[in-house]
Each structure stands twice: as structure tokens, then as C-alpha cells.
């Protein structure tokens, strides 16, 4: 019993982090491997339990979405394709394989994340009507890759989402950030698939998960939606270098 109530909190707190940032897999990936699961299989039923937790933050921010269909659809795609690509690549490759790489990329996503207010007016300077509606081929190639990598592990895929999104798209960055939750939904649920298929699942730890994370992803999204641009991009930069410091001494 105390293990499930760890469990079923460290999905809550993953589902509220999530929903305003990213990097909730940070909570509950430790919390698996503390109880004795093994690495692929803390992964794979960690993914599967937050998948509900990444629908309840989307719909937290329904009202954010609001105009974006087209976009969601386009780069949704991209969404998928990278999640099914990466979590082929989780039960294939050895687990050090992005070892190196993903903190790196985690850091550049918070460095896009700050220099996001100017770097959106260079870009606004030189994109078309269709780079800044859609952010173009430059942020597809991104959203796929970062989708690969949230197929194969997802621990602060939100931060990445959110530099890229918020460098090649002329949006605030609430909207954004429900931009964020879908993609990253789609990327969870796709490998969702994938592992079901093809992995073993821990049922009961995934159950508890995705308790937790669908009751701490409307949580989130609630008080998420309120914080002002300067403090989401703050939050956004510290989880990140948390994550990375986390991932590299993990």
C-alpha cells in the first residue's frame, strides 16, 4: 500500500508538471526504478500511464487551442510519426544511447526558451505567411525529432516542444503551451501503442500513473493557464536545467 500511494502521487505530480511545463516523467521514472523495475519496463509502463494525464492537460487548455486545428494537424503527424520511430528504437538500442545528446538538447531548448522574445522578431523579419502560420518545414523536422526522442524516453520532451514552438511560431506562449500538450499527447499515446504491441506492460503501476497524472493534469492546467509569459518562461528554463542536471548524473 505505501509503494501505490507513491505511485499514485508521483503520477499526479507528474501529470501537474507536464501540463505546465514538461519533464514529469522525472518524477514517476525514478519512482518505478526505487521500487525495483527494471529500466525498459519502468519506461514503457511509465509512458503508458501518463498517456491520460497528457489528454486532461490538453483539455485544460481547450480554450488556449482555439484557431489552431490546422497547425495541430500538420505537425501532429510529424508528432507521430518521430514517437513510433523512437519507441521502435527504446526496445531495440541499448538504453545509453542518448545518454549524451539529450541533456544537450534539453539545455538547448531552455537557451530557445529565453532568446524566444528575439529571435521571434529576426524570424518575423524573414519567414512568409506560411512560416509563421505553421512555423514551416524547419519546425516539422523539429517536432519530428523531438518526437523520436519522446518515444524513446520523454523525460522533458515538454521543454523542447516548447523552445522549438515558441521560436518558429508568432504566438504567446500560453498558446503555445497547449500547442505543447497535444503534441507531446500524441507522442505518448502513439508509443503508448507501440509498447502495448510490442512490450510488456506493469498493469497496476500504469493504472496508478494514469490515475495520478489525470487528476495532477487538469491540477496543473488550472493554475498553469495563469501564469503570466515571464513566469511560464522561468519555470520553463529552471525545470529544464533541473532535468538535464538530473539526467546527466541519473
Known amino acids: 500500500m505505501p509503494e501505490a ?67 495541430l494537424l500538420r505537425l501532429g503527424i510529424g508528432s507521430a510519426c518521430g514517437s513510433a520511430a523512437g519507441a521502435i528504437l527504446l526496445l531495440k538500442l541499448p538504453a545509453s544511447t542518448f545518454q549524451v545528446i539529450v541533456p544537450a538538447l534539453i539545455l538547448l531548448a531552455c537557451v530557445l526558451v529565453i532568446l524566444q522574445p528575439w529571435l521571434n522578431r529576426w524570424l518575423a523579419a524573414h519567414r512568409d505567411e506560411e512560416g509563421s502560420k505553421h512555423g514551416g518545414p524547419p519546425l516539422f523536422a523539429g517536432v519530428a525529432a523531438s518526437g523520436v526522442y519522446g518515444g524513446y524516453f520523454g523525460a522533458a520532451q515538454g521543454v523542447l516542444m516548447i523552445g522549438l514552438l515558441g521560436t518558429f511560431l508568432d504566438e504567446p506562449l500560453q498558446r503555445v503551451n497547449g500547442l505543447k500538450n497535444v503534441l507531446t499527447g500524441i507522442v505518448n499515446g502513439v508509443a503508448a501503442i507501440v509498447f502495448i504491441a510490442l512490450s510488456h506492460v506493469a498493469w497496476l503501476l500504469a493504472a496508478l500513473i494514469a490515475v495520478g497524472s489525470t487528476a495532477g493534469g ?21 525545470i529544464g536545467v533541473i532535468s538535464a542536471v538530473r539526467l546527466i548524473f541519473f
Open 5 to 71: 500511494i507513491a505511485v499514485f502521487a508521483a503520477g499526479v505530480g507528474a501529470g501537474g508538471i507536464n501540463a505546465i511545463v514538461g519533464s514529469g516523467s522525472l518524477i514517476t521514472f525514478p519512482t518505478l526504478l526505487a521500487f525495483g523495475v527494471p529500466p525498459v519496463l519502468a519506461n514503457v509502463t511509465n509512458n503508458v500511464g501518463l498517456v491520460p494525464g497528457s489528454a486532461s492537460g490538453a483539455y485544460g487548455y481547450r480554450h488556449e487551442l482555439t484557431g489552431q486545428r490546422g497547425r
Open 218 to 238: 487538469l491540477i496543473g492546467a488550472r493554475y498553469g493557464r495563469r501564469l503570466p509569459p515571464m513566469a511560464l518562461r522561468v519555470l520553463v528554463v529552471i
